[in-house]
């Protein structure tokens, strides 16, 4: 009866031990957790311009940086701008941090209205039907000085949307619609 008494003593020390010791490194662990700003740096191919945009302060969106990436990311084309899915900057944003790199992200394209899409589904087998461009959720691109294989595979990595691979073309496609990819 006393072993067992002592085994419960000493069970229930190593328990009080173990519970305090996950308390005191719970602010620590909330420390690595803390929400950080998030900044994208991007150049637009089609259209020569640049952006550096700070969308999330730590806390939230910044609306008005949202619209300045909304119409970044607009159908040049038939200059349509479209409310681009916060999700994929998040993803864009998580993907560098991947790659470890702050080297503009070198947009080919983002949004396209619909009479974009299907006049480039009229001229290239590559082109969906129904695109997730369409809706604000993709984007193709590459980043100067990462290989195109290192950044498809970060972004098979992060398992948060689809993702293309089109090495003759030069570009890595992401989107925010489910896990998938070719």
Known sequence: ????????????ALGGVALSSSLLSFP?????????????????LNTGESLKAEFFDGK????DELTRLNHFFRDYRANKMATIDTALFDQLYR???LLGTKK?????SGYRSVDT??????????????????KGQAMDFHIDGVALS?????ALSMRAGGVG???RSNFVHIDTGPVRTW
Not at 117 to 134: C, E, I
């Open 60 to 63: 939230g969106y910044i609306k």
């Open 95 to 97: 993907l560098q941090v």
């Open 104 to 108: 503009p992200v070198q947009l080919i």
């Open 165 to 167: 691979y089109y090495p």
């Open 1 to 12: 009866m006393d072993k067992i008494n002592a085994y419960r003593r000493r069970l229930l």
């Open 28 to 44: 620590a662990l909330a420390t690595l957790s803390t929400p950080r700003p998030r900044i994208l740096t991007l150049s637009n």
């Open 117 to 134: 899409n299907n006049d480039l589904r009229a001229h290239s087998r590559g082109v969906a039907k129904k695109s997730y461009h369409t």
């Open 150 to 154: 290192q950044v498809r595979k970060a």
